[in-house]
């Protein structure tokens, strides 16, 4: 009997060597209980789930963000894979946005002057096999013939889609030649579809189909960049990246028009391939949109 009763105090008796840190947790699961007890389940419900998710996307995505905008080789594959997507996606809204213009332009165009709503030209775009020579590490040597040939192209050509700012056939007497200050080959609306950039909208799809870019380089006509390539220095690599619809040298500068404007375009093209982030890109979006409404730099 005593020795019962001895056994049932001790075992009522509270212990002294407790852990701090299970205690806290046991507090904490009980003020816990009773805040959540407080709480309406649609309360709880957002505390719980939408609150955290956020705060984690917030987290996580700024720091993918400020990764991004530190790769700066646009040849790197990271780069490329988020400067692809930001494309599509980019491509995808602004159809979307410039749905309304598929529909009045091509009628305006028709009543300006006789010839097609769109206008077809084959443009030099990304040099694929030098950039990727050079990052496989693989020298000229060992070429063949075809490769050697392929070389003098400088680059993947591609049919560039634009609306039609010009008379129909106005190259067939001159050939390929400029577009200069008052060019009478210009025609009225296209006159204003140059001063606003709006020609350009249609090069969209190329963007989708890959073979242009949101932002980058102008794409070039062939008979241009064979011309340029050994009057303009550091020509050819302009052409290490994918050519874009906009570009630091189109917010910056004018339509080609001399060597020497196109050597100041190649500088800010170098610049941008040089110094490529998420961030510039966004700006220089930005920047056109100031273009398209006061149609600085254009003819």
């Known amino acids: 009997m005593l020795s019962e009763l001895i056994h049932t105090k001790v075992a009522n008796q509270p212990t002294t060597n407790h852990n701090p840190i299970d205690s806290a947790v046991c507090s904490a699961k009980v003020e816990s209980g009773v805040s959540r007890s407080r709480m309406s389940p649609v309360s709880y419900f957002f505390h719980e789930y939408i609150w955290s998710n956020l705060v984690m ?3 996580f995505g ?24 930001i494309d599509i996606a980019g491509a995808i809204v602004g159809l979307i946005l410039t749905l309304p ?97 709006l020609d350009e909208i249609p090069q969209y799809f190329n963007v989708l ?53 196109v050597a100041r375009k190649v500088h800010y093209d170098l610049e941008y391939i040089r110094n490529w982030s998420f961030l510039q890109d966004v700006k220089i979006m930005l920047k056109t949109v100031v273009v398209v409404v006061t149609g600085k730099g254009a003819f």
């Open 57 to 59: 996307i917030a987290v």
């Open 62 to 85: 700024s720091r993918e963000l400020h990764r991004s905008t530190r790769l700066k080789r646009l040849n790197g594959g990271m780069s490329r894979m988020i400067k692809r997507t």
């Open 101 to 197: 213009f598929f529909i009045f332009l091509p009628i305006l165009i028709k009543l300006d002057s006789p010839g097609p709503v769109f206008y077809f030209q084959t443009r030099v775009g990304h040099n694929r096999r030098r950039s990727n020579r050079r990052e496989a590490g693989v020298s000229n040597l060992g070429r063949t013939g075809r490769d050697r040939r392929r070389r003098d192209v400088k680059g993947q050509m591609f049919p560039v889609i634009k609306f039609r700012t010009m008379v129909a056939d106005a190259e067939k007497k001159c050939g390929p030649v400029w577009a200069i200050n008052n060019d009478p080959r210009i025609t009225r609306l296209g006159a204003f579809l140059r001063k606003t950039r």
């Open 209 to 261: 189909r890959g073979q242009m870019s949101l932002v980058g380089p102008r794409p070039e006509r062939p008979v241009f960049v064979e011309e340029l390539s050994s009057q303009v220095e550091n020509y050819e690599k302009r052409l290490e990246v994918k050519p874009g619809i906009t570009g630091l040298a189109q917010v910056e500068s004018g339509y080609d028009s001399s060597i020497s404007s």
